[in-house]
DNA sequence: GCAAAAGTGTTACGAATACACCCATGC
DNA sequence: GCATGGGTGTATTCGTAACACTTTTGC
């Protein structure tokens, strides 16, 4: 707990963005290389200032958007971060948001990577805090709703879907037990499609039926 | 949806305050008595500014504080509301948080009074938008945490407790489910002391025994 | 034929639910 | 003695968890 010696006149609004997508059997999360002095080795979430004509919502995806290139992904309002000292050049009031990527989907814009959640870089800022906060909200969200889709390509096997569950809660499934369950939930159709070209037996794809987000038991 | 037709130049930081409690059978929320010009008639979750040096919690605190006499509350962050016209004299970002009031305890404070929140008289702002995601999260969170011990008095009846949990659920608990769960959570502490000078039988006072909000499955 | 993942049912256990009567007090 | 809420146990149902083998493909 550092007190700020900086007496600030104004009160600034940003929003940060939590971008998560599963990558290499891990949950990962999408960063930018910092540039300003204090923060030279550090790494953020991409993150940018709240224009006075737009809402928070707007100014979520457009940063997003400018930062990464990435549009219409899943965007929801995680927490407001206020720490007086959380920004040692101002006073910032970030609202942090976080973004699910579907697999297999690249991100090209230069110093972005890709890191695991579970092993981050330095992080600037509070950002260490909002994205353990995003991280834990993944998870819950994760049980309770079926926002998963927003993490999967359009179609998919069962098992891909399984090992996306595995990965965000950190523990195996069992495999009937978990088909049991999602299949019974009706989220799912089934499409006349089967994997092909890999060495075991094919699978048949699926997909979500809607693509709203919706309160449902799933663990 | 209308369109903002006011160009800001600058965005500011409000927090308003949902205060919940029990009273009259029923879950209540403390309004305020707008007297701007535009919202003679209607009422608002006491709000207003936070300024430069403070943390948006502090802020809540203070503001509560301020507009009520109440201290001590359990204080939770909402959700932060962020759309341009949400207030017709200025931008105003507001982070909305929410507050418990044990039962039984009075608020004096002249402008202020309760009203049922399945019964809100006109709202200025989008402060029904925000009481409804209020009345959403503290449903929920009844369900998956302990914050109850901050609605209800020092020492209770287990009936109470009940009575509490069916006025925010809206819908009847088995009493006896209800007293076999609550107590295989080792949430409470009887006390040596009971009721008296009730038309029935005395009954046994508890305790919460710790009153730090925590995870745990009641309903 | 071997490796690799897909697909499939049943049993056992524990949690949640439904349900009714006697008890202690004030008046 | 009557009205009022306090207090208690059991049987049933339902959901969750545990568990192993056969199938289809590529190489």
Known sequence: MKKSVVKYRFTVNAVDIVIFTIRENELQVLLLKMQK?????????????????????????????EKTGLTGLYLEQLYTFGRVDRDPFGRVVSTAYFALLPVGQAVLTVGLAWFMAA????????????????????????????????????????????????????????????????????????????????????????????????AVQIL
């Open 37 to 65: 002095p204090l923060f030279k080795k550090a790494w953020a979430a991409p993150g940018g200032l709240v224009r006075p004509q737009e809402s928070l919502e707007k100014a979520a995806a457009r940063i997003l958007a």
């Open 119 to 214: 092993k981050l870089p330095v992080l600037a800022y509070d950002h260490k805090e909002i994205i353990a906060a995003a991280v834990s909200r993944l998870r819950a969200k994760l049980a309770y709703t079926n926002i998963v889709y927003a993490l999967m390509p359009k179609e998919f096997v069962l098992s891909d879907l399984q090992k996306t569950y595995e990965v965000i809660l950190g523990r195996a499934l069992d495999k009937r037990n978990f088909r049991k369950k999602i299949l019974a939930l009706k989220l799912l159709k089934t499409t006349a499609r089967l994997t092909a070209g890999e060495a075991h037996r094919p699978a048949v794809l699926f997909r979500f039926i809607d693509q709203q987000p919706k």
